[in-house]
T-cell receptor
Framework: GEDVEQSLFLSVREGDSSVINCTYTDSSSTYLYWYKQEPGAGLQLLTYIFSNMDMKQDQRLTVLLNKKDKHLSLRIADTQTGDSAIYFCAETPVDYNKLIFGAGTRLAVHP | NAGVTQTPKFQVLKTGQSMTLQCAQDMNHEYMSWYRQDPGMGLRLIHYSVGAGITDQGEVPNGYNVSRSTTEDFPLRLLSAAPSQTSVYFC????????????FGPGTRLTVT
């Protein structure tokens, strides 16, 4: 079945770049998403990439997609303390209502 | 727009009790979903609905019921609460156009003792 995997924890220094990685198994994925969850809150869409794209840049965020290896990454440039949160990778197959989530990567930013 | 609202924010139940988690959205979205979030496991889909009167099971439906009598509301009912249902529950509705963003409510933290 469909599966999404990501590492559980990442610690970076303020001002450095963060790279969060994700692998997925469903080759029919149409959109792949990165959601952000701040403490005590619901998830918010951070960025997304359509499956026929390799890269997408949105201000400090860069998403890279390697369809052959089914690997997705999120790079946050100039990481700030406000970026501390849990980041979820998610994919949707044909049924857009069914998101398959990874376990989430907790990003800790320290001075 | 209030977006997606959920009540209550916190709830403690005893084993065997039943209750309903409320969810409402004011964006006229047809698709709505319920997830549970457990540490180290991400979000898992419980039930979803593609429109009023239509519901279907997700990955972990056992012990939960849903109904969708209106476009706006999608309540989740726990039939007989068990400690394994201790979790954070999120309701979401899905946008109508690409990229089909899911809008999440703030969550309900449920503890079953």
């Amino acid at each position: 079945g469909e599966d999404v995997e990501q590492s559980l924890f990442l610690s970076v220094r303020e001002g450095d770049s963060s790279v969060i990685n994700c692998t997925y198994t469903d080759s029919s994925s149409t959109y792949l998403y990165w959601y952000k969850q701040e403490p005590g809150a619901g998830l918010q869409l951070l960025t997304y990439i359509f499956s026929n794209m390799d890269m997408k840049q949105d201000q400090r965020l860069t998403v890279l997609l390697n369809k052959k290896d089914k690997h997705l990454s999120l790079r946050i440039a100039d990481t700030q303390t406000g970026d501390s949160a849990i980041y979820f990778c998610a994919e949707t197959p044909v049924d857009y209502n069914k998101l398959i989530f990874g376990a989430g990567t907790r990003l800790a930013v320290h001075p | 727009n209030a977006g997606v609202t959920q009540t209550p924010k916190f709830q403690v139940l005893k084993t065997g009790q039943s209750m309903t988690l409320q969810c409402a959205q004011d964006m006229n979205h047809e698709y709505m979903s319920w997830y549970r979030q457990d540490p180290g496991m991400g979000l898992r889909l419980i039930h979803y609905s593609v429109g009023a009167g239509i519901t279907d099971q997700g990955e972990v439906p056992n012990g939960y019921n849903v109904s969708r009598s209106t476009t706006e509301d999608f309540p989740l009912r726990l039939l007989s609460a068990a400690p394994s249902q201790t979790s954070v529950y999120f309701c979401a509705s899905t946008g109508r156009t690409a990229p089909y963003e899911q809008y999440f409510g703030p969550g309900t933290r449920l503890t079953v003792t």
